[in-house]
């Protein structure tokens, strides 16, 4: 049998990486785009990664940028997928009001210039297309649950430039008879979420502090509401999208939501701690209020763990996204199968893990590399 081919942009990151294992898995030849970097990029595909020397490898990795036309088209031609995922994106929409040009540069053109090099090089009967668009695009919503059908409202250059990718995605589906649709993903987490996301700021953070190696997380709004899923759910979705007879758009969401609040509280649960939060606005606290056994050795009951820190408002926020996912599971047979606490505690685990270890090197007196400054600069 023809081993099919898939293109991933966003190789490395976060979805890109689950959607590469899912992909090799299921027999396909996989292709992930990477950007040149002056650190390793790759540490969430180094265990799938190939020698490119061993011929029967399937995984493969090519330098490339959303921003470079000659590029992509390139390797579209060379490459000839049947299956292009466009993961790609300056994701973070707290610094796309920081670097908005270059968001749109990136998550907007980037798209068209995908769709561009498919309709020239005369593979749109070939080449289906996967464009992840996000619930972003209902920013400030217009009804509850967001459905497909549902107004867009963006509230961030990120998810402006987003709508400007969904649109074309369904243009070309219409102009040119191209199998090209948007998967409208909620929020979705694991524990290779980007750290300055807030599920993982949060795991990672209180994580950190159980172990000694940080004393308290700085926050911005604790009230905003989700619809969290994991990651691995989210891609298996990805795929089937693609599987079927005609290209349509889908909302992929849980159909819960649960606040940031709530999400901090399950994490210290995880941990053995207690919170409680006193004050309010800007002045609020998460104090400890009791801690289970010896399991978070550096706390003590009293001790401030969470502060708010304006810098982490947004010059315009969305206060609240819950999804509908109906037309997945009556459709597509698609049921997200971890809940939100679930992945919460994947998460806790993982980056306990990595706090132990760290704590570990600590009390041996060797450095640890812990970066949290820079890396919680725009989260
Ligand atoms: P990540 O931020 O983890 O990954 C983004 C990927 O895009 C990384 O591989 C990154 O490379 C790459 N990238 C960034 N800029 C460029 C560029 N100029 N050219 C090529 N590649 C680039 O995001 P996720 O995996 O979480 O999300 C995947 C996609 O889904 C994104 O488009 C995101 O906007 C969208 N989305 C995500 C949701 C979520 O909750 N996770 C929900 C809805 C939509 P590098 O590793 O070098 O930085
Ligand atoms: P979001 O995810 O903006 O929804 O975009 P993020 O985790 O960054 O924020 C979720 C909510 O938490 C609030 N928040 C904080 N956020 C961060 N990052 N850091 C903090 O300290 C903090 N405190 C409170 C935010 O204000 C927000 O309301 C993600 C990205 O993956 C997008 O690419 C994707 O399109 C959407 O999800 C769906």
Same mark, same amino acid.
């Given at each position: /049998?023809?081993?099919?081919?898939?293109? =991933?942009?966003?190789?490395?990151?976060?979805?890109?990486?689950?959607?590469?294992?899912?992909?090799?898995?299921?027999?396909?030849?996989?292709?992930?785009?990477?950007?040149?970097?002056?650190?390793?990029?790759?540490?969430?595909?180094?265990?799938?990664?190939?020698?490119?020397?061993?011929?029967?490898?399937?995984?493969?990795?090519?330098?490339?940028?959303?921003?470079?036309?000659?590029?992509?088209?390139?390797?579209?031609?060379? =490459?000839?997928?049947?299956?292009?995922?466009?993961?790609?994106?300056?994701?973070?929409?707290?610094?796309?009001?920081?670097?908005?040009?270059?968001?749109?540069?990136?998550?907007?053109?980037?798209?068209?210039?995908?769709?561009?090099?498919?309709?020239?090089?005369?593979?749109?009967?070939?080449?289906?297309?996967?464009?992840?668009?996000?619930?972003?695009?209902?920013?400030?919503?217009?009804?509850?649950?967001?459905?497909?059908?549902?107004?867009?409202?963006?509230?961030?250059?990120?998810?402006?430039?987003?709508?400007?990718?969904?649109?074309?995605?369904?243009?070309?589906?219409?102009?040119?008879?191209?199998?090209?649709?948007?998967?409208?993903?909620?929020?979705?987490?694991?524990?290779?979420?980007?750290?300055?996301?807030?599920?993982?700021?949060?795991?990672?953070?209180?994580?950190?502090?159980?172990?000694?190696?940080?004393?308290?997380?700085?926050?911005?709004?604790?009230?905003?509401?989700?619809?969290?899923?994991?990651?691995?759910?989210?891609?298996? /979705?990805?795929?089937? /999208?693609?599987?079927?007879?005609?290209?349509?758009?889908?909302? =992929?969401?849980?159909?819960?939501?649960?606040?940031?609040?709530?999400?901090?509280?399950?994490?210290?649960?995880?941990?053995?701690?207690?919170?409680?939060?006193?004050?309010?606005?800007?002045?609020?606290?998460?104090?400890?209020?009791?801690?289970? +056994?010896?399991?978070?050795?550096?706390?003590?009951?009293?001790?401030?763990?969470?502060? =708010?820190?304006?810098?982490?408002?947004?010059?315009?926020?969305?206060?609240?996204?819950? +999804?509908?996912?109906?037309?997945?599971?009556?459709?597509?047979?698609?049921?997200?199968?971890?809940?939100?606490?679930?992945?919460?505690?994947?998460?806790?685990?993982?980056?306990?893990?990595?706090?132990?270890?760290?704590?570990?090197?600590?009390?041996?007196?060797?450095?640890?590399? /812990?970066?949290?400054?820079?890396?919680?600069?725009?989260?």
């Amino acid at each position: /049998m023809v081993k099919k081919k898939a293109l =991933i942009t966003g190789a490395t990151g976060q979805d890109g990486s689950y959607l590469a294992e899912f992909l090799l898995e299921k027999g396909y030849e996989v292709h992930g785009l990477k950007r040149r970097a002056s650190l390793f990029n790759t540490q969430r595909i180094d265990h799938i990664y190939v020698d490119p020397h061993v011929k029967s490898g399937r995984f493969h990795l090519h330098y490339g940028d959303l921003t470079d036309t000659s590029n992509l088209t390139r390797l579209l031609n060379e =490459i000839e997928p049947d299956e292009v995922y466009n993961l790609g994106a300056q994701s973070h929409v707290a610094v796309s009001f920081e670097v908005p040009e270059y968001t749109a540069d990136v998550d907007a053109l980037g798209t068209l210039r995908l769709l561009e090099a498919i309709r020239f090089l005369g593979l749109e009967k070939k080449t289906r297309f996967y464009q992840a668009s996000t619930s972003e695009l209902y920013g400030l919503v217009q009804e509850t649950p967001q459905r497909e059908t549902t107004p867009f409202y963006p509230r961030s250059p990120y998810a402006v430039a987003k709508l400007y990718a969904y649109w074309i995605t369904v243009n070309y589906r219409e102009a040119y008879g191209m199998y090209a649709c948007n998967g409208v993903l909620f929020n979705h987490e694991s524990p290779r979420r980007g750290e300055t996301f807030v599920t993982r700021k949060i795991t990672r953070g209180l994580a950190n502090i159980s172990q000694g190696l940080e004393d308290c997380i700085y926050m911005g709004n604790i009230d905003a509401l989700r619809d969290w899923g994991h990651a691995k759910d989210y891609v298996r /979705m990805q795929w089937m /999208m693609l599987q079927q007879e005609a290209a349509e758009d889908f909302v =992929i969401a849980t159909g819960v939501q649960y606040s940031v609040r709530q999400f901090i509280e399950w994490s210290a649960a995880e941990l053995g701690l207690t919170l409680a939060f006193e004050g309010s606005g800007v002045d609020e606290v998460g104090v400890v209020v009791a801690i289970e +056994g010896d399991k978070a050795p550096a706390l003590k009951v009293g001790d401030i763990i969470i502060r =708010i820190d304006p810098r982490y408002f947004r010059p315009a926020e969305v206060e609240t996204l819950l +999804g509908d996912p109906t037309k997945a599971k009556n459709k597509l047979g698609w049921v997200p199968e971890i809940t939100a606490q679930e992945m919460c505690a994947e998460m806790v685990t993982e980056d306990l893990k990595t706090a132990k270890r760290h704590a570990l090197l600590k009390q041996h007196g060797l450095d640890v590399p /812990m970066a949290s400054e820079s890396r919680e600069a725009n989260s």
